[in-house]
């Protein structure tokens, strides 16, 4: 199969590393292109692979830097590649500063290979990925949490827009600028400047004006 989705780990659990990398074994739509175990050979790793995705893992142990530090120096010199923190860690601080370095993802190593696979092939399509537990955690602090019904039922109004995009949509539509959005999700501006102009194509809009009166036709506003 061609286009394969390339990615290489940084990891430096070397247990974890072979599990992952068995999952990847005669994959059809992913090739496992490489593995490190240290910080300093995460760039040569990518300019040899040229990969779609690195799993990055947060702690590399003492004397490292973080998975973070390393994920925001490899965006500098490839910002379309797409990161996916691996951590143990159920820590809201953390998914905060990965989403404002312009990660794609934040999983924890507990999740099913499958699943890692599956979050593997969304960021690659443009998606965000992030545990839905942590997501909970930061609107809970921000004080912006909706009823898990109104979201729903908002969802279903809002097709074709993933819940991202609604939330953005919204945004907009309040007259938030991209920078306050950035703030308020924990997102770079680059990501919120791609959903914007993802919503405003789907949809067929362009301006505000037009946003907000599709909004209100679904009864989202």
């Not at 995460?42 to 995705?53: G, I, K």
């Not at 990965?98 to 960021?123: D, H, M, N, Q, W």
């Amino acid at each position: 199969m061609t286009n394969k989705i390339t990615i290489i780990l940084a990891d430096d659990h070397r247990s974890y590393v072979e599990g992952l990398t068995a999952l990847f074994q005669n994959d059809d739509r992913v090739h496992f292109a490489g593995q490190v175990h240290l910080p300093a050979e995460v760039a040569e790793a990518v300019r040899l692979h040229q990969p779609d995705v690195v799993l990055m893992d947060y702690s590399f142990g003492e004397g490292q830097p973080d998975g973070i530090e390393t994920a925001e120096q490899l965006l500098a010199e490839f910002p379309s590649l797409k990161i996916i923190l691996l951590t143990s860690y159920d820590d809201v601080p953390i998914v905060q500063s990965a989403l404002s370095k312009g990660l794609a993802g934040y999983l924890l190593k507990a999740r099913s290979r499958s699943e890692i696979k599956t979050a593997i092939e969304a960021v690659a399509a443009g998606f965000e990925v992030v545990e839905g537990g942590m997501l909970h955690k930061i609107m809970v602090e921000r004080g912006t949490t909706r009823p898990r019904n109104e979201a729903d039922l908002s969802m279903d109004k809002a097709a074709p827009l993933t819940p991202r995009e609604l939330e953005i949509a919204l945004l907009v539509a309040e007259g938030l600028s991209t920078q306050a959005m950035s703030e308020r999700l924990f997102r770079s501006v680059n990501t919120i400047d791609t959903h914007r102009k993802n919503i405003f194509s789907k949809l067929d809009v362009h301006n505000v004006a037009e946003l907000m009166n599709w909004l209100r036709s679904k009864g989202l506003l």
